[in-house]
């Protein structure tokens, strides 16, 4: 019976060890201990914060980003109304056009827009977009023609559909804040479509997130990400049409 209980100990750790889920934590009476609720609490904070603070206003510049700003122009508003989130304000869409390539039917090289919006974590970005752009930029570099990056502050991700109304880039790879959680709130997903408009619908895109240190890190998420652009550049499609196409044969 002994040696069932250390094994069965032995499990519960390596499996305690094994997530970040709150495991083991221990509770006096019916009620989590002190430390085990104050953890709770500041995770919560972290994530509450996340979602409520804008990017600091100079790290646009600081990364070599165009900004830009949807049509929400506060975060309360940014929350309450996601659909203003998918569009640009005016004036910035007539700056966004100014990035359309010229001369796109004597050009064989496809063009990609990389974009960074805050989405619903600034801590996310501030921690890890600015890196996985970089690592994203040198690796698409020698083979598509890349625009000049953009960042839209309380964006949501359906704004690539307006972007891609104006700019009419081949693809459009949208860089943004996950909704963050209790275990981190510095997750990114990027979101890829081929030739987005406004007609453009959710299966349509297709997403590679849980991108932090504890997740997927930069360097493989800029390899995933630059092999799911190929695909679709290959196979002129993105989301459910491109899972099709490189599903294989059966």
Same mark, same amino acid.
């Given at each position: 019976?002994? @040696?069932?209980?250390?094994?069965? @100990?032995?499990?519960?750790?390596?499996?305690?060890?094994?997530? #970040?889920?709150?495991?083991?934590?221990?509770?006096?009476?019916?009620? /989590? =201990? =002190?430390?085990?609720?104050?953890?709770?609490?500041? %995770?919560?904070?972290?994530?509450?914060?996340?979602?409520? =603070?804008?990017?600091?206003?100079?790290?646009?510049?600081?990364?070599?980003?165009?900004?830009?700003? $949807?049509?929400?122009?506060?975060?309360? %508003? /940014?929350?309450? /109304?996601?659909?203003?989130?998918?569009?640009?304000?005016?004036?910035?869409?007539?700056?966004?056009?100014?990035?359309?390539?010229?001369?796109?039917?004597?050009?064989?090289?496809?063009?990609?827009?990389?974009?960074?919006?805050?989405?619903?974590?600034?801590?996310?970005?501030?921690?890890?977009?600015?890196?996985?752009?970089?690592?994203?930029?040198?690796?698409?570099? $020698?083979? /598509?023609?890349?625009?000049? #990056?953009?960042?839209?502050? @309380?964006?949501?991700?359906?704004?690539? %559909?307006?972007?891609?109304?104006?700019?009419?880039?081949?693809?459009?790879?949208?860089?943004?804040?996950?909704?963050?959680?209790?275990?981190?709130?510095?997750?990114?997903?990027?979101?890829?479509?081929?030739?987005?408009?406004?007609? $453009?619908?959710? #299966?349509?895109?297709?997403?590679?997130?849980?991108?932090?240190?504890?997740?997927?890190?930069?360097?493989?998420?800029?390899?995933?990400?630059?092999?799911?652009?190929?695909?679709?550049? =290959?196979?002129?499609?993105?989301?459910?049409?491109?899972?099709?196409?490189?599903?294989?044969?059966?």
């Amino acid at each position: 019976m002994k @040696n069932k209980e250390l094994d069965a @100990n032995a499990d519960f750790d390596a499996m305690r060890k094994s997530t #970040p889920a709150r495991l083991g934590v221990g509770r006096a009476g019916p009620r /989590y =201990t =002190t430390a085990s609720m104050l953890a709770l609490r500041a %995770d919560h904070a972290r994530a509450v914060d996340a979602v409520t =603070t804008e990017v600091a206003s100079d790290w646009p510049r600081r990364n070599g980003l165009l900004e830009v700003h $949807s049509q929400a122009l506060t975060r309360e %508003d /940014y929350i309450r /109304y996601p659909e203003r989130g998918r569009r640009l304000v005016d004036a910035d869409a007539k700056r966004v056009a100014r990035l359309k390539p010229h001369g796109r039917s004597k050009s064989t090289t496809p063009t990609v827009l990389i974009c960074i919006g805050d989405g619903l974590s600034s801590a996310a970005v501030e921690k890890n977009a600015g890196p996985l752009l970089r690592a994203l930029t040198k690796t698409l570099a $020698s083979r /598509y023609r890349l625009l000049k #990056p953009i960042f839209i502050g @309380n964006a949501r991700v359906r704004i690539e %559909d307006h972007l891609g109304e104006i700019i009419r880039p081949d693809i459009i790879c949208m860089i943004v804040g996950e909704r963050p959680g209790l275990v981190t709130a510095e997750s990114l997903s990027a979101y890829v479509i081929y030739r987005p408009t406004l007609k $453009s619908i959710e #299966p349509e895109r297709t997403v590679i997130s849980n991108i932090h240190r504890g997740g997927i890190p930069i360097a493989q998420a800029a390899r995933k990400i630059a092999t799911l652009i190929d695909d679709a550049i =290959t196979f002129q499609a993105s989301g459910a049409s491109l899972a099709q196409k490189t599903a294989p044969s059966t």
